[in-house]
Each structure stands twice: as structure tokens, then as C-alpha cells.
């Protein structure tokens, strides 16, 4: 891997049924194999960051149980014994190769916060920069809202978003993305290549293990929020030999996803896919034509309003039909938006002298495309 290859960032994230049984037990063997892979393109001058799942899986292993419970305390619980453990294996396989680990928690809040999300690309790039090689997690065991609905596909790409790398690597127990459940059709075919993700429309997805959180519908929206970014990215069996240097080489390996940058500055991407809309601002057919001419979002144009959020939160803006049209930080409570909907904003100011004109300024509404 020379020339154009080289010294590139690459995000590599470890599933559950990689690293360990269905019963949680640790699969030493591969799991070192893969850690060997990373120590030598980490050597060769590539950038390396590990994104692992498997604190829960872990837990229920050294806790001998064999399903992943659905109570968040006990999620947590096994998390709280399960990562120090992991971590641990981590430290000594790197250590082997002489590679400097960093363990990175991260939580949905370091994302959706600007500050926070700025602080952790800093420190990522920091370290990338100190040679050190960061192995990053959900912190289960204190973040309920990432038990609830978040998983590490999810996490990876937004860790690929944010250290802008140039290929992410999901690894799974399959070998890629397949027409339909390999195990239930025996005509199921690997899909090698997604150029435009419309093609997957009619693909069926498959259910998730009995010790994962994400599943192969994960990874396929994870792979459209990083090619987003420009990110290629590739869906893989983990415990194939060399997987990693094949997936950077371009070899025909797993599913491979085209970048498709939408050709938006980080702050908004990170405003398209980082936080979280609080509710939704029903527009009509003037303001849609607005908003898709780059225009702002006035009260005026304002039909409806729901959920509950607080001025500077993030909402959705969708049209009649309930199609998204984009995504913006909202200058208005929702009971002071419910309150001037649908009016000029000269009455706007005569209700809420302080209120800004536009509902959602332009500079901070992106498109949903």
C-alpha cells in the first residue's frame, strides 16, 4: 500500500458477534488477528481508529448470561462490568505490537452539543497526531438515551464525520450486504457495490443477534450518513484474513459504499446528522418553494407545530404530505411558534417584540436531500 493509499484515515469498527459468542465469550484468536492488521497499517502511516462494541456483550459473558437483557439497568450494569474488561484485552494485544492505545467514551450529548463535539474532534485529532491509536465507545453504562436507541454503526459514522476519514470499515459476522437473509433464501446474493443508495430499496434486511444492539439495517444507514461526508465506506466479514488491507486496497471484499458527498460544510453535516430534532414545523407549498430556493423559514409560512422543544433546538421541516424538507435550529419556543404561525412578521413583532423575524434562519437550516 503505496502512493495514493498512504496516510490515510480510517475508522474501523468492531461488532459484538466479532468479538465474542453468542453466550459473550471472548473470541481471543480473531479479535488479535484484527488488532495485529490495525498495528500494521497503523505502522505503514495510516491514521487508525478503533470503534468497538461488545461492554455489554462482555459483561453478559463474565455475568454467564446468555441474552441481552432490554431493562436499561441491566444494560448498564453489564456495561459497567463489561468495558473495563474489554478495554483491558485491548491494552495488552496493542501492547504487544508497541502501539499506545486511548480510550475514548463518548455519549449522544458530545454530539449533539457543538462545544462538546468540537472538544472531541480536537482530542481525536490529537491523538492521531501523538501516533496513539484511539479505541472509542458508547458510554453505556451512564447514557440511557444511547441504550435506548443508539448503537456503535451509528457511532462509527459520526467518528468518521468527525475526524473527516477517508474510509470506514464496518465489520459484522457476514460477509456484506445480501439481496435478501442469507440463511432464509438460498438465492440471496452478495451486493459488492452501492453506488446510489436507492438501489436497496427492495432489499430485505435482517434481524439482529441475540447479544447485539445494531444489525445490518444499522450499517446500511450508517454507511448513508458517512458517504454523505464523502466517506467510502465498506461492510465486512470480520474474521476474513486481511481484512482490513483488502478494504483499503479497493479489493472486491464485503460491500462497498460510494462516497456521495452532498457537498456541505462540517457544521451543517454535523447539523444534518449530529443533533437531534426535538420536533417537526409543518410548511406550506410557498414556504417549501423558500426553503428550496435557500430562503429562510418565516412564521407566515408556518402551518403546524409539534413536539416540545426550546428556542435553539433542532426540528425537522416537512411539507403537507409529511415529506422532510430539511432540518434547522429553531429561533422560537414551540408555544411561541404554535402562537405565530401562519402570520406577517410585522404582526410577529407586535406579538413578540424581541422574537427574531425568521423562524429558522437560512444559515442554520440545511436540506434534507
Request: hydrophobic content about 45%; glycine content about 10%.
Amino acid at each position: 500500500m503505496t502512493g495514493k493509499r498512504a496516510g490515510r484515515t480510517v475508522v474501523v469498527k468492531i461488532g459484538s458477534s466479532t468479538l465474542t459468542t453468542d453466550r459473550g465469550t471472548f473470541r481471543l484468536a480473531p479479535v488479535a488477528g484484527l488488532v495485529a492488521e490495525v498495528c500494521e497499517l497503523h505502522a505503514l502511516g495510516h491514521r487508525m481508529l478503533l470503534v468497538s462494541s461488545g461492554a455489554v456483550s462482555s459483561g453478559m459473558g463474565v455475568l454467564r448470561r446468555r441474552r441481552r437483557p432490554s431493562e436499561v439497568v441491566d444494560l448498564q450494569a453489564a456495561a459497567a462490568v463489561g468495558q473495563g474488561h474489554l478495554f483491558h484485552i485491548y491494552t495488552e494485544l496493542f501492547a504487544h505490537e508497541n502501539v499506545v492505545t486511548a480510550q475514548v467514551l463518548l455519549t449522544a450529548f458530545d454530539v449533539a452539543a457543538r462545544t462538546q463535539y468540537l472538544n472531541a474532534r480536537n482530542t481525536l485529532k490529537r491523538l492521531l497526531d501523538w501516533k496513539v491509536v484511539p479505541i472509542i465507545n458508547e458510554n453505556d453504562t451512564t447514557s440511557t438515551d444511547e441504550l435506548c436507541f443508539g448503537d456503535n454503526d451509528a457511532l462509527a459514522a459520526q467518528v468518521a464525520l468527525l475526524v473527516k476519514a477517508d474510509l470506514l470499515v464496518l465489520l459484522t459476522d457476514t460477509d456484506g450486504l445480501y439481496s435478501a437473509d442469507p440463511r432464509e433464501d438460498s438465492g440471496a446474493r452478495l451486493i459488492t457495490t452501492v453506488e446510489d443508495l436507492s438501489e436497496l430499496e427492495c432489499v430485505h434486511i435482517g434481524t439482529v443477534g441475540p447479544l447485539g444492539s445494531g444489525g445490518m439495517g444499522s450499517k446500511v444507514n450508517s454507511a448513508r450518513v458517512a458517504t454523505s461526508g464523502g466517506v467510502e465506506t465498506v461492510i465486512a466479514r470480520g474474521n476474513r484474513p486481511d481484512v482490513l488491507k483488502a478494504c483499503l486496497a479497493g479489493e472486491p471484499v464485503g460491500t462497498r459504499f460510494a462516497p456521495r458527498p452532498l457537498g456541505l460544510h462540517d457544521y451543517k453535516l454535523w447539523l444534518l446528522y449530529g443533533k437531534p430534532a426535538r420536533g417537526r414545523v409543518v410548511v406550506d407549498a410557498g414556504a417549501a418553494r423558500a426553503l428550496r430556493g435557500k430562503g429562510s423559514l418565516l412564521p407566515v409560512g408556518i402551518v403546524s407545530v409539534e413536539g416540545d422543544f426550546a428556542a435553539g433546538d433542532a426540528v425537522l421541516v416537512v411539507d403537507a404530505d409529511g415529506i422532510e424538507l430539511a432540518k434547522g435550529l429553531v429561533n422560537y419556543s414551540k408555544e411561541d411558534l404554535d402562537r405565530v404561525k401562519g402570520l406577517q412578521s410585522s404582526h410577529v413583532a407586535g406579538m413578540l417584540p424581541q422574537a427574531s423575524p425568521e423562524a429558522i434562519h437560512r444559515d442554520y437550516l440545511v436540506l434534507i436531500c
